[in-house]
C-alpha cells in the first residue's frame, strides 16, 4: 500500500451491491443509536443536528441538542429569537460562526420559504453554512432523496470497502466517494442507509482497531480480504496548532467586570470575552502587556496578581494563557470604547462566553473559593 495514486472510481457489481444493501440495513434496523434527532424526519430537528455534530461528537452533541431544541423546539421559534438567545443557548459547543450561519439560515427559511426546508437540492445547498454533506444528510434523512452524504466516517468505509489509496483529506476524494455513494445508495430507503453508513463507520469501521470480525460487511470488504483496513484510509497528516502566548485580563470596577466583544472576523468572532492580548517579545512581565493596550483604549488600571495559567486548543491555535487581575485606575472621558462594557455577575450569567474564558471564569471562581485573605487576593 505504499504507492498513492488517485484511481479511477471503481463501479461495483449489482450482486455487490444488493449484498451490501441488505446486509448494512438489517444491521442497521437492529443496532441503530436511540438518538434524540431521529424521533422523526422533522427537517428542521435533522438539520440541527448535522450543523452541531459538524467536528463534534455524538456523546458530547446531545445534551446541547436538547437545550437547544427546548429553547427553540420550531423552525419560526428560532428564526424570531434574539442573536444573542442563540448564542447563549450554544454556549460550550464551540465553533460559535455554526450557530450564526444556522440562525442565519433559518431566517432566511422563514422569510422565503414559507417556513419550511426546501426539498430542492439546490435550495438547500445555497443556504448559509450548509455544505455538501449537511445537505446531503438533511435531503436523504428528512425527505429520502437519493442523494449522497459523506462525511468522515463514509470515507473510512468507502476507502475499506474499496482499498482505496486515495488521500481523504483531498476534495477530489470527497467529490469521487460522492459519485461512488450513488452506486450504492438505494431507492426507498436513501436515509436510512446513508445513516446506517455513518453508523457503521462510528460503532464498526473504526479510525483504529476496526471491529472487523462483528462487521456485517466484512465478506465485501476488499480492505479485510487483503489485511490492510489498519492502513487505510490514507489521510496526510494536518499541521500541528501554533502555540501563542496570550494574556487575559480579569480587570475590577467595583463588583463588575470588563468585558470585551471580540472582531466581527476571525476566531471566537462576535464573542464575549475578557480584555484579550497576544504578548510580545522580551522581558517584560504579562500584565504590562494587557495593561499597555488598555491604556491606547483610553483605561487605565492597577495591576494585580497572576491568577494561573491555562491552555486551550482550537483547530489551528494552541492559546497558552495567563491570566491577570487588575483593577480600573481611570477611565478616559467616563466612556468605554465600542464593543467593551463593565458587566455585573448576574450580567456575566446572561451573556455566553467561548469555552477558553468560561476556563478563566471558573479559574477566578477557584480562587475565591480557595481562599479569601491570602496575599494577591482578587481585587
Known sequence: MSRK??????????????????????????NRRDLPWRKNKDPYRIWVSEIMLQ??????????????????????????????????????????SRARNLHTAVKEVAASYGGK???????????????????????????DRRVPAVDGNVMRVFSRWFAMQDDVAKLST??????????????????DFNQALMELGALICTPTSPSCDTCPVREECRAREWGVQAELPVKKKAKPPVPLQVIFGWIRQ??????????????????????TVEAGKGEVAPGEFLREELCRKGISIELG?????????????????????????????????????????????ALAFPNVYRKAFAMVRERKNDSQGIQGRLF
Do not use: C
Not at 471503481?10 to 450482486?15: A, D, I, T
Not at 458530547?60 to 443557548?89: C, G, N, S
Not at 426546508?117 to 425527505?143: H, M, N, R
Open 5 to 30: 495514486r488517485q484511481d479511477p472510481v471503481p463501479v461495483p457489481n449489482q450482486k455487490w451491491v444488493a449484498s451490501v444493501r441488505d446486509k448494512l440495513l438489517a444491521w442497521y434496523d437492529e
Open 55 to 96: 467536528q463534534t461528537r455524538v456523546d458530547t452533541v446531545i445534551p446541547y441538542y436538547e437545550r437547544f431544541m427546548d429553547a427553540f423546539p420550531t423552525l419560526k421559534a428560532l428564526a424570531e429569537a434574539e442573536e444573542e438567545q442563540v448564542i447563549k443557548a450554544w454556549e460550550g459547543l464551540g465553533y460559535y
Open 117 to 143: 426546508v426546501p426539498s430542492d437540492p439546490e435550495a438547500v445547498s445555497q443556504l448559509k453554512g450548509v455544505g455538501a454533506y449537511t445537505a446531503g444528510a438533511i435531503l436523504s434523512i428528512a425527505f
Open 174 to 191: 470527497r467529490k469521487k466517494f460522492e459519485e461512488l455513494a450513488l452506486h450504492v445508495i438505494p431507492e426507498g430507503r436513501a436515509g
Open 254 to 275: 467595583g463588583d463588575k467586570v470588563l468585558l470585551q466583544r471580540r472582531p466581527n472576523e476571525g476566531l471566537l468572532a462576535g464573542m464575549w470575552g475578557l480584555p
Open 305 to 349: 496578581s497572576v491568577l494561573g495559567e491555562l491552555e486551550h486548543v482550537f483547530s489551528h491555535r494552541r492559546w497558552q494563557v495567563t491570566l491577570v487581575e487588575g483593577k480600573i485606575k481611570e477611565q478616559a472621558d467616563g466612556n468605554l470604547p465600542e464593543g467593551w462594557y463593565w458587566a455585573s455577575e448576574e450580567e456575566q450569567e
